[in-house]
């Protein structure tokens, strides 16, 4: 039974008789985002015959239209740092007066011209994903798809045609949807696909949620010049992040203008000639042009079929898979947000290239979620690596050592600006090894790429210190913390992310 599952692994094939089953495809993926389109690239370069299905391009996605790209590249990551770079120059504009540049008092910020270029560049991106395939030698389809059995995806055309292919393999990557919560008067707030295709810049938002998203279209539209109230149900934003970092960042929103509103949640929203009137728990009442919804994602599959055809689902409707990708059904596997396993774009990709790998190239891979860092783009913005601090006493045998580092940037001493960069590494004491890494300032998620590195090849905090820093800069500080901030105790759990 080993030998056979692993020959299934390997060519996704069990022993057959000697009549070999025809399919009209190697592999068929549902969904052309970022993990889906390199699976299916990186499959015909192993020489498999490979179609894609996606749902024609809107800005913003729903049940019937998408586009090439997916999420990160039309309504998610890419869109958002356009407009976060747009943001940033608000401050740094004010900053340069500092400087020595003198500035007008009145600067104009034009919403719409940034709006049309940020479309422009991800309608550029879209024709550039639908080249990749091409170039690739993937069969791309526009329409729908849908799983009807095993091996067989039905396609439901732009024109409602239906048309039906069979393939060795299914891949889905359709990855998941933003979500609402069911309060009263909840169709007058936008989600992150809305907020990235505004009309009208709101000169006054309430954003809900206290993740990511949350924060950074705070950031994004504070720095742009709006009143901006952002309400989380936690004592403090980024629930899963280091709880130090956590307070630095909520610290720098508070420094930027933002209003916060800790341990509050939205009762109704209710239309007025002035606006939305946002209630809160507490009663509280604020007035907002826009009201966005933060509140998390759920996987895309409700259209899929999938449950008709035996493929397990969790409770959140996320497909269920094995540690290389492979749902229950042998023929059929799914990567991405819609496993809700990672959800970033880059553990899509890596997800998407194992699969490759391990169906048609022969060597088996499991992703490597270890050592996966992360950014999240407030301003200034925070980047991660590794182990938080609670993470590592809950998992670590052992002392660990907490190194940080909280100082004003050098460009901050001249223009004014009174907000610190914080930098931290979690050290375990008995081996020397850094487990994690944090850092909230401007720049950290470039600086941050190349820490990740260090701590995947197993660095130890002597390599740290043994190593030159660039100066002056703000990431040598990261080779410069020589004192031990505290000592902590890990709680003598079995290892599980060393």
Same mark, same amino acid.
Request: aromatic share 8%; net charge negative; with cysteine.
């Given at each position: 039974?080993?030998?056979?599952?692993?020959?299934?692994?390997?060519?996704?094939?069990?022993?057959?008789?000697?009549?070999?089953?025809?399919?009209?495809?190697?592999?068929?993926?549902?969904?052309?985002?970022?993990?889906?389109?390199? !699976?299916?690239?990186?499959?015909?370069?192993?020489?498999?015959?490979?179609?894609?299905?996606?749902?024609?391009?809107?800005?913003i996605s729903s049940e019937v239209v998408g586009g090439v790209g997916g999420t990160c590249v039309i309504r998610g990551c890419v869109p958002k740092k356009i407009l976060v770079y747009g943001a940033s120059f608000g401050?740094?504009?004010?900053?340069?007066?500092?400087?020595?540049?003198?500035?007008?008092?009145?600067?104009?910020?034009?919403?719409?011209?940034?709006l049309d270029k940020k479309t422009k560049e991800i309608l550029r991106l879209n024709e550039i994903y639908k080249r990749l395939l091409s170039n690739a030698g993937v069969k791309l389809?526009?329409?729908?798809?849908?799983?009807?059995?095993?091996?067989?995806?039905?396609?439901?055309?732009?024109?409602?045609?239906?048309?039906?292919?069979? !393939?060795?393999?299914i891949l889905i990557a359709t990855g998941s949807r933003a979500q609402r919560p069911a309060i009263p008067g909840q169709e007058l707030a936008i989600t992150s696909d809305e907020a990235l295709s505004l009309e009208e810049f709101p000169k006054r938002a309430v954003v809900l949620g206290g993740g990511y998203i949350a924060v950074e279209f705070a950031s994004i539209w504070r720095g742009m010049g709006a009143t901006v109230?952002?309400?989380?149900?936690?004592?403090?934003?980024?629930?899963?992040?280091?709880?130090?970092?956590?307070?630095?960042?909520? =610290?720098?929103?508070?420094?930027?203008?933002?209003?916060?509103?800790? =341990?509050? +949640?939205?009762?109704?929203?209710?239309?007025?000639?002035?606006?939305?009137?946002?209630?809160?728990?507490?009663?509280?009442?604020?007035?907002?042009?826009?009201?966005?919804?933060?509140?998390g994602r759920a996987p895309n599959t409700k259209r899929l079929n999938l449950q008709a055809v035996g493929v397990e689902l969790d409770r959140v409707g996320a497909v269920k898979v094995d540690e290389f990708s492979r749902t229950n059904i042998p023929s059929i596997w799914a990567i991405?947000?819609?496993?809700? =396993?990672?959800?970033?774009?880059?553990?899509?990709?890596?997800?998407?290239?194992?699969?490759?790998?391990?169906?048609?190239?022969?060597q088996p891979t499991k992703p490597d979620y270890g050592h996966i860092p992360c950014a999240v783009f407030c301003i200034p913005s925070l980047s991660v690596v590794g182990l938080s601090e609670e993470q590592a006493i809950e998992q670590v045998n052992g002392e660990i050592l907490v190194f940080t580092s909280?100082?004003?940037?050098?460009? +901050?001493?001249?223009?004014? =600006?009174?907000?610190?960069?914080?930098?931290?590494?979690?050290?375990?004491?008995?081996?020397?090894?850094?487990?994690?890494a944090s850092m909230c300032g401007p720049d950290a998620?470039?600086?941050?790429q190349g820490i990740a590195i260090a701590l995947k090849c197993g660095a130890?905090?002597?390599?740290?210190?043994?190593?030159?820093?660039?100066?002056?800069?703000?990431?040598?500080e990261f080779v410069t913390m020589r004192s031990v901030s505290r000592r902590v105790q890990g709680a003598g759990k079995p290892k599980t992310n060393l």
């Open positions: 039974m080993a030998n056979l599952g692993r020959k299934m692994l390997i060519d996704g094939e069990v022993e057959k008789p000697s009549e070999e089953v025809h399919y009209d495809f190697d592999l068929f993926v549902i969904g052309a985002g970022s993990g889906g389109v390199r !699976a299916s690239r990186f499959s015909a370069q192993y020489g498999a015959k490979v179609g894609i299905c996606e749902l024609p391009f809107h800005p401050p740094e504009l004010e900053d340069a007066r500092n400087y020595g540049w003198e500035l007008n008092e009145r600067i104009d910020f034009n919403w719409k011209k940034l389809f526009e329409g729908e798809g849908r799983v009807v059995g095993p091996n067989e995806v039905e396609l439901t055309q732009l024109d409602g045609t239906k048309i039906s292919y069979s !393939a060795k393999h109230d952002l309400c989380f149900r936690k004592e403090l934003p980024l629930r899963g992040f280091d709880d130090e970092m956590r307070a630095v960042v909520a =610290r720098n929103l508070e420094g930027r203008g933002i209003n916060m509103h800790p =341990r509050t +949640n939205l009762t109704e929203l209710v239309k007025t000639e002035d606006g939305i009137k946002v209630i809160t728990d507490h009663g509280e009442e604020l007035m907002a042009d826009v009201v966005l919804f933060a509140t991405g947000d819609v496993t809700n =396993r990672m959800n970033l774009t880059p553990v899509a990709l890596m997800e998407g290239t194992c699969f490759a790998k391990t169906v048609f190239g022969g909280s100082f004003n940037p050098m460009k +901050n001493t001249i223009s004014g =600006r009174q907000e610190k960069t914080v930098m931290k590494l979690v050290v375990h004491a008995e081996t020397d090894k850094v487990l994690g998620p470039e600086i941050m130890t905090k002597a390599q740290f210190d043994s190593t030159v820093g660039i100066h002056p800069s703000a990431a040598e």
